[in-house]
């Protein structure tokens, strides 16, 4: 299975410690990602046992992609992620096991054939996509791969990266760097590592300029070479935030929100969505424009906890997630699905939102939103997803086939909507 | 696979939960007002502006008002002490049939004459010690339960000075009200009004502002509190709820709340709205097969005026005195209890 050019892994080993790559060895290791395929009616249950390769009844033979010989050396392609919808979705899912979360794998969803493939087996969790859609950043436990949309060719980019069930790793917005959080929870630090036109792993990485704020999460920023950051601790499996900081891609400060949450980064026009926390019910939305001298603007929501929001792809509009739930009886009703449009922020009203941790995302050519969340039958947990017309506000829904946990909760954890797939 | 949807989706729940909500702490329909609801209901203008609490007036209590705010200005010890001659007999062994020692605590089966304020057992010393051990807050007690244990009408005072005083033999107290300042006045992420004993195990009834993604409210409370003493008072009833359901749900609770270390003192409920004290004796025999102590509230409700309730479910506003007074002393007593040597 491994495909690791030798000569290549010559140059990776002489990197050493101070490049992305310190150790070398692992590469060769992180090249057996498993691939295989499956449809509704070969997938796991939760009575499988686990297994650290994805249980399928599908040989897991190479996909007919990985079969190349050519390196993933990564060129960036100018602009956003391409437009047009799809109807493929990227995402992770993890199980809570024992106040714990275990990653099941990283998958793409078709929903016009319902069907499903493992982009990567039980351990990796999907940390972020190239700008241009064509390459992975996955993470296993502490070590971070860059692979091809269809997980093959794995590469390991660092084994420091934080070991916590958030987003650790991310592609700059310019497609330019890797930026990625080392540490065990308690002392992280921000790290950077130039990619273009080469392979990570042969640059030295740079150390990002925190201050005193210890990052926990990172978040994409569209188009820019900027930085986005929750900053708290990281102990026991959970990891609390503090604040949020912006800063360039030289750790120069943009900003520093102490108490807010939930950063999102719209695409064009520099504008932060968050929350600022100790503000109760939690239904105030703020939003802040980077650029010099901007005060913040409160938006308060139908709803008292906001959930998840998504920047459409031209950066006008806002989809918020925001749940209704009695403060007496913890009853959840409603998740109301609301659209936010600059500059006025006017708000339209779509289809309700469903479940557990439930997300939204914009679909890439800003027509439809992905809707994910986790629902309860009377025996089990699953995963449901429904793509939202957003001019028509009517829905496809679609359980994800095969990914059922019984008992316990499966959630899903990085959620990213392809461009064209196969990608060429 | 794929199916359109035109219609505005509801949330999934499993029909136990959607049980949960048809007969809820209220007697009446939970909606999403419920909590402000409650606060124009319980709460009637009060001359201390920005106080949660009324006045300690009982008059201005309505009675179809929601369990509120009382003052515990002078508690009735006498009540406290209840009618039972025969303490619990603590035992060296975490399994109670294993002792050596005979067993010569009260059986199950006579809980009615268990006493009201328990004393710590051998296990609950265990399981304090370990929660110690587990870096659990020595200052910290939460709740798990439901309408009845609001801050509003279990003890939440205790954490406000002012709405409070103790009689000079009660003086005592002061130390546990001391030892768990802060615990009083918070109902934590397991309180909630209609909640069952399957509620507090439910991730869908968790709060997503301080919960992870999964965690129950049971987990969440003790991941954000790290108590070492919990109650646990699950006492909303529906039609059609067995003994048995409650039973197998308030074993997870309790196991749970031991393997974190924190003691469970359970409770007896003032009512009998099964007809037949199923569950206070389903209690009682969790209390004891697990030797953990058992408030007995019951007992204490007895010598009120409609024993403690105003229907058929809620406790009275009379009862909240000797509600949150009793507790206080069953969380003394435990407390005490725990630390010494066995």
């Not at chain 1, 992280?188 to 030295?204: F, K």
Request: net charge negative; hydrophobic share 35%.
């Amino acid at each position: 299975m491994s495909r690791l050019n030798p000569v290549l892994a010559a140059v990776l080993f002489l990197a050493g410690a101070s490049g992305c790559s310190p150790m070398p060895v692992q590469a060769t290791t992180a090249a057996t990602l498993p691939l295989s395929t499956w449809t509704a009616t070969a997938v796991p249950t939760a009575s499988a046992t686990p297994s650290p390769q994805p249980t399928s009844t599908a040989t897991p033979e190479p996909s007919p992609t990985s079969t190349s010989t050519e390196e993933p050396v990564y060129t960036p392609t100018p602009g956003p992620t391409p437009l047009g919808g799809t109807g493929k979705a990227l995402f992770s899912l993890e199980r809570r096991v024992d106040e714990a979360y275990q990653q099941m794998g990283v998958y793409l969803f078709d929903f016009s054939l319902g069907q499903v493939e493992t982009i990567a087996g039980e351990g990796y969790r999907l940390q972020d996509v190239s700008p241009d859609g064509r390459y992975l950043l996955l993470s296993l436990g502490s070590e971070l791969y860059l692979t091809r949309q269809d997980g093959s060719n794995p590469r390991l980019v660092t084994d420091r990266l934080l070991p916590y069930p958030t987003t650790a790793a991310v592609w700059t917005g310019d497609g330019k760097n890797l930026a990625w959080i080392e540490g065990t929870g308690l002392e992280n630090r921000l790290v950077r590592c130039p990619i273009e036109g080469s392979l990570p792993g042969m640059e030295r990485t740079t150390e990002v300029e925190t201050g005193d704020s210890i990052p926990v999460t990172l978040h994409p920023v569209p188009g820019e070479a900027t930085l986005v950051w929750e900053y708290g601790a990281c102990q026991s499996g959970v990891c609390t935030r503090n604040g949020i900081r912006v800063a360039g891609i030289d750790g120069t400060l943009i900003t520093d929100i102490p108490g807010a949450h939930h950063p999102a980064v719209s695409p064009s026009l520099f504008l932060l969505a968050y929350i600022q926390g100790g503000v109760e019910p939690q239904n105030q939305l703020t939003i802040l424009s980077l650029e010099e001298g901007s005060s913040a603007y409160t938006i308060t929501l139908p709803g008292n906890h906001l959930l998840d929001f998504s920047w459409s792809p031209d950066g006008k509009s806002l989809a918020v997630l925001n749940l209704e739930r009695s403060d007496y009886s913890g009853r959840w009703f409603d998740i109301r699905t609301i659209l936010l449009q600059a500059p006025s922020w006017t708000r339209k009203e779509l289809m309700p939102a469903f479940g557990l941790n439930a997300r939204v995302l914009w679909s890439p050519d800003g027509k439809n939103l992905l809707l994910s969340g986790t629902i309860q039958s009377d025996t089990e947990y699953l995963v449901e997803m429904a793509v939202l017309d957003v001019l028509r506000n009517k829905a496809a829904t679609h359980q994800v086939p095969g990914l059922m946990s019984g008992e316990e909760v499966v959630l899903t954890g990085g959620l990213k909507w392809l461009s064209p797939y196969p990608f060429e | 696979m794929t199916r359109v949807v035109t219609r505005k989706r509801m949330i999934g729940l499993p029909l136990m939960l959607m049980a949960i909500f048809l007969v809820g702490c209220t007697g009446s329909a939970a909606g999403s007002a419920g909590a402000s609801v409650l606060a124009t209901q319980v709460n009637p203008p009060t001359p201390e502006t920005g106080s949660p609490y009324p006045a300690a007036d009982p008059a201005e209590a309505t009675p179809s008002s929601m369990p509120g705010m009382v003052v515990q200005l002078s508690p009735e010890p006498e009540i406290v002490h209840g009618t039972a001659t025969i303490e619990p007999a603590p035992t060296k062994s975490s399994e109670p049939t294993a002792s050596p020692t005979p067993d010569t605590r009260l059986k199950p089966e006579e809980w009615q004459s268990w006493p009201i304020i328990p004393e710590a057992t051998n296990r609950a010393r265990e399981i304090y010690q370990a929660g110690l051990a587990l870096g659990n807050d020595p200052h910290h007690f939460s709740k798990v339960g439901d309408c009845q244990s609001i801050q509003e009408a279990f003890m939440g005072f205790y954490d406000i000075p002012t709405r409070y005083t103790l009689d000079a033999d009660r003086q005592h107290l002061k130390a546990t009200i001391d030892q768990f300042t802060g615990s009083f006045l918070r109902d934590g992420m397991a309180v909630h009004g209609g909640f069952t004993a399957a509620s507090p195990l439910s991730p869908m009834l968790a709060n997503p502002d301080t919960c992870q993604p999964g965690e129950t409210p049971l987990e969440c409370e003790f991941r954000v509190h790290k108590p070492v003493i919990v109650f646990i008072r699950m006492e909303v009833w529906w039609e059609g709820r067995s003994a048995e359901t409650y039973e197998r749900y308030m074993r997870r609770i309790i196991d749970y709340a031991i393997e974190k270390g924190a003691v469970p003192i359970l409770a007896t409920k003032a009512d009998n709205v099964e007809g037949d004290h199923e569950i206070n004796l389903t209690t009682a025999r969790l209390a004891y097969e697990y030797d953990l102590p058992l408030w007995n509230f019951w007992l204490a409700a007895q010598e009120l005026p409609n024993r403690g309730l105003r229907d058929t479910f809620h406790i009275s506003y009379e009862g909240w005195n000797v509600l949150s007074y009793t507790g206080l002393e069953a969380l003394d007593s435990v407390w005490h209890g725990v630390q010494q040597t066995q």
